[in-house]
């Protein structure tokens, strides 16, 4: 009886370790899988099924005129000043509201969606 | 002796099956079931990138709930952070628009103590949320500029430590999460370095992490079932970067943040 109590205590605190492992998990876990069983594939693929996304196949950051170069590794004359004087000063602006497409785009195409079979599909 | 027998096979059957459980993660049938149609996700994701893009950010930081708020640790609200960052997107027409991409940290497949560098888009990011719920930050339009620049060069990806802890300590080398690898990539933003000693030397000085408040015991035994859980980066109580913190740092000292929560 002895034994079934302190098994059953490991057995719990066991348990709720792999529960907080879980729940702290950062849920890094790519939403684009590689692999038809990742659950979170299926459900990106599932969005894309739904016929209103369009795929996007490169992106490329909008620069703004006049930014600051930046190069690997350099440690720059901001490097001993605290954050606060850092970060602040140069005077850029907002450039105000900014366009964006009203399509919706994803790195999954409906054509690859409808490849998927349809029991893959939750 | 047949009753100790059949709990030992008992207890190893059900600490296996939770180990697999805990190791695959997204094999959790729960899961895998997506919690809003793909209307709500679709909708919810335009409408993040139609705030951004309202208060002109080319840059910003975007969290999501992974999990429901219950499941989540004390201190802890998103389980989920990159950079949100304004593009010209190329579609597979050859067409050029505007909108967001999304620079993640993410565990590779079926190795979750391994993560990549995967870029994405806001649908994507949402599919798999617990909640509809976003947290963003926009930085100052100057600290915006130099994570732009961070992100256009090499710095970008020589700042990635691919050996993946969920509740990496963002004051040591070793392992990462998604949020440290954020912060790390404001830090290079905020001092012009991609010198990795640098950028913890301050963010000793200036971050504040939040602590990891589960119980050691418990914790030593998710470091043992769970790949993508270790304290070896964790000299003393373990510490995290969290969104929230990060947001806290940036209100600190990068004047012209914006933090807001956004709901459907």
Known sequence: MKFTVSAFSYLLVCCSAINISEAIAADSIQTASQFSAHASKTMGLGIAASGQVVLGVAALPVMSAGGVSMAVGSVGAASTAVGKDSAAAAGIKSPGPLPVTEQTISIHSPAEALKRPTNSLR | ?264
């Open chain 2, 1 to 264: 002796m047949k009753n100790f027998f059949i709990y030992i096979v008992f207890i190893i059957t059900l600490i296996v099956g939770g180990t697999v459980r805990a190791t695959g993660f997204s094999d959790s049938s729960a899961q895998a079931i997506p919690k809003f149609p793909a209307e709500k996700i679709i909708h919810f994701a335009k409408q993040v990138e139609r705030t951004l893009a309202a208060e002109g950010a080319r840059v910003a930081i975007l969290a999501r709930m992974g999990r429901p708020l219950s499941e989540m640790p004390e201190g802890m609200h998103f389980t989920h952070a990159a950079f949100a960052v304004y593009s010209t997107i190329t579609l597979a027409d050859g067409t050029a628009v505007p909108g967001y991409a999304i620079y993640n940290l993410y565990q590779k497949n079926g190795q979750p103590s391994i993560s990549e560098l995967v870029q994405d888009y806001p649908v994507d990011f949402f599919a798999g949320v617990a909640e509809l719920e976003a947290g963003i930050v926009i930085p100052s339009p100057e600290l915006q500029q130099r994570l732009l620049d961070v992100i256009h060069s090499p710095a970008y990806a020589s700042l990635h430590e691919p050996r993946y802890s969920m509740i990496a300590n963002p004051f040591t080398l070793g392992r990462q999460n998604c949020t440290e690898f954020v912060l790390d990539v404001l830090n290079a933003a905020i001092y012009k370095s991609s010198d990795i000693k640098l950028i913890k030397a301050h963010t000793k000085a200036y971050f504040k992490a939040q602590p990891v408040k589960v119980n050691p015991f418990k914790l030593m035994l998710g470091t043992m079932f769970s790949a993508g859980l270790s304290t070896s980066d964790q000299p003393g109580k373990p510490v995290t970067a969290t969104f929230e913190k990060i947001a806290e740092y940036l209100q600190s000292y990068d004047q012209g943040v914006k933090v807001m929560t956004l709901l459907p």
